[in-house]
């Protein structure tokens, strides 16, 4: 049987988690507060995600940027190419938290939402 | 002159919770009062998730966590000032602020809230010898440049401390293209969360450098590199440890300070440990009918639980203002003692004749432990005695009291909340978490 320690990233509580894989397969999860970290390590030993967050141009707003982020979390390999892709984006004014600035980011079926209002200048 | 009954210095998280808190408990006249351009403090640079998760049951950003509060405070009709500076409380709760608009004005209060925040601690408290080249910035004006404004200050970036702001800006700044070369921390320990080593510094390969501080900074107008050297047990940099990183940017984040100058000017009685008020149960200071809370009480990592002591907070003012509060004289206040590895306790007194059933007290430890216990005193009787399996000075911790527990007690004077290594007394235990 193999052991991973890793430490829960879902919120800043930061529990430490101890991962039981037997065969491949998770076992048991254990350390977690809440049913978060259960999923978490599960994820993390197979298929490690992130959320990413970011910030993308605004034209006339009453901000220059504004902040968005992956409405779900993204395999890890792609947070590079989802940053990436933010780059060239811009968006008009006025923004609401929620709208979809870009749908499927990277080719991930996630996408990127607002995260702050920012009103016309 | 103006009258409110309750006005609040301060629209962050912990302003705008003891708003909401003080309306939903019949204060008509509140009013927040407060210095940026908008409301939410802090969280409206803090773009990164992790916010809420224990309140919403949800994954929010600082802006969304924020969104909630404020959509609330316009739902109340609460009263707000924005780009308006409180310059001065006199112990009458008479309030003296300025703006564009009004100018230098008063507002009389019958209770005072403080929620002011914290600042960064300042680069002159580092003992690095040499130039003030350019591209030397606290990690949080790097963070307001980057997430505010899109600009981003350095490419070759070295990070000196290691609190959250900091470790958060080493993977922004990552993702935006910089190359983050290492993270010098002074300490043995983190100062930051244990999740954003991971998630900040693990996911990028970025190193983390313990017990290494900056020795010299190369560069006359700009920042061309960076010596780092190892400490030993006492700060002092060892020879033959030393090692340069080139880099235009270099980071500070060597932590937060509680922003209390009004506070003192007032005569609000200080925690020389928290740098932030002493307060009672009700989050009431040594002026009756001034309360404090968030991180102008003491430094927090998690948003959530400043919320909760701010609606705490903006309840007892609300009943202090309705006059519901407990007379003076009745009870007894205990003093609550830090001691063995406990660096302080907020609140630092509690009265059972005004205390709510249950009372959250925070702490934080001095030094890493692990396998140890939280143990409360009430005098001599060990009467909580917790395993935690890690605690560490980046982490608040917390007990919970029982107010029927308490007054089994008639003659208690103080509790004593420490670190304990091991089972060494078999009194009475009980586990009230
Ligand atoms: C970089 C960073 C990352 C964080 N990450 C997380 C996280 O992932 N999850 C989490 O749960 N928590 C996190 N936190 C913690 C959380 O954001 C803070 O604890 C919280 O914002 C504190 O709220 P506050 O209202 O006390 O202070 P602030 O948000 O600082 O608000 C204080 C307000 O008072 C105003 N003010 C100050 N002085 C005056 C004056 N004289 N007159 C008028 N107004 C004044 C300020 O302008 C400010 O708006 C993080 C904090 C930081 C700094
Ligand atoms: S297990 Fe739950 S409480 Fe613990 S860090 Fe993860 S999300 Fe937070």
Redesign the pocket.
């Given at each position: 049987m193999e052991v991973k320690n890793l430490t829960c990233i879902n919120?800043?509580m930061g529990c430490p988690l101890t991962v039981e894989i037997e065969a491949g397969q998770v076992v048991r999860v254990s350390g977690n507060t809440c049913k978060r970290g259960d999923v978490y390590a599960r994820k993390e030993v197979t298929n490690p995600t992130r959320i990413v967050t970011s910030t993308v141009r605004v034209m006339h707003g009453k901000l220059d940027v504004v902040s968005v982020k992956t409405k779900e979390d993204i395999p890890k390999e792609k947070i590079f190419a989802c940053v990436r892709a933010l780059k060239s984006v811009q968006v008009e004014a006025p923004i609401h938290m929620g709208d979809v600035i870009v749908k499927n980011i990277a080719d991930t079926g996630v996408d990127v939402t607002a995260t702050k209002n920012v009103e016309r200048q | 002159m103006n009258k409110y009954d309750i006005v609040i210095?301060?629209?962050?998280?912990?302003?705008?919770?003891a708003a909401i808190s003080a309306k939903k408990n019949g204060i008509d006249r509140v009013l927040i009062?407060?210095?940026?351009k908008e409301?939410?403090?802090?969280?409206?640079?803090?773009i990164?998730?992790?916010?809420?998760?224990h309140t919403f049951q949800e994954e929010l950003t600082?802006p969304e966590?924020a969104e909630r509060f404020i959509s609330q405070v316009k739902e109340l009709d609460i009263d707000y000032k924005l780009n308006?500076?409180?310059?001065e409380i006199d112990r009458e709760k008479k309030v003296t602020?300025m703006n564009r608009e009004d100018g230098l004005f008063d507002v009389q209060a019958k209770a005072v809230i403080l929620?002011?925040?914290?600042?960064e601690r300042a680069r002159g408290a580092l003992n690095i010898p040499g130039f003030r080249p350019a591209g030397i910035y606290s990690?949080?004006t790097a963070?307001r440049l980057v997430n505010m404004e899109g600009y981003m200050p350095g490419r070759e970036v070295v990070i000196l401390g290691s609190?959250?702001?900091g470790l958060?800006?080493a993977r922004r700044m990552t993702l935006e293209g910089a190359k983050v070369k290492v993270a010098a921390e002074l300490m043995p320990y983190s100062g930051g969360?244990k999740?954003?080593i991971v998630q900040c510094l693990d996911d990028y390969g970025i190193p983390l450098k313990l017990s290494h501080t900056v020795i010299d900074i190369k560069g006359k107008e700009r920042v061309e590199g960076v010596t780092l050297a190892e400490v030993d047990g006492k700060g002092k940099p060892i020879p033959g440890t030393e090692e340069f990183y080139s880099c235009d940017t270099l980071l500070l984040s060597v932590g937060?300070i509680p922003?209390n100058?009004?506070s003192g000017n007032m005569g609000v009685e200080m925690n020389p440990v928290t740098s932030g008020p002493k307060v009672n149960e009700s989050f009431e200071t040594n002026i009756k009918g001034v309360f404090a809370?968030?991180?102008?009480?003491h430094?927090?990592?998690?948003?959530?639980?400043?919320s909760q002591e701010?609606a705490a907070a903006g309840k007892n003012a609300a009943a202090y203002v309705k006059k519901e509060h407990t007379e003076d004289g009745a009870g007894r206040e205990i003093s609550l003692i830090p001691a063995e590895g406990v660096r302080y306790t907020v609140p630092s007194t509690v009265n059972a004749a005004r205390m709510d059933e249950k009372l959250t007290v925070r702490f934080r430890v001095g030094n890493v432990y692990k396998n140890c216990y939280v143990s409360v005193y009430f005098g001599e009787e060990r009467v909580i005695h917790r395993k935690r399996q890690v605690m560490a000075p980046g982490e608040m911790e917390e007990v919970n009291l029982s107010r029927a527990q308490i007054l089994q007690y008639p003659n208690l004077e103080n509790i004593t909340v420490k670190v304990e290594e091991d089972e060494t007394n078999g009194s009475k235990e009980s586990d009230l978490h």
């Open positions: 919120c800043p | 210095i301060g629209g962050g998280p912990a302003g705008l919770a009062l407060e210095r940026d409301l939410g403090g802090i969280l409206n640079q803090c990164h998730n992790g916010f809420g998760l600082g966590y308006t500076m409180v310059m602020a929620a002011m925040g914290c600042r990690a949080g963070q609190g959250d702001i958060i800006m969360l999740r954003n937060l922003e100058e009004i809370c968030g991180n102008v009480l430094v927090h990592d998690l948003v959530d639980f400043v701010a």
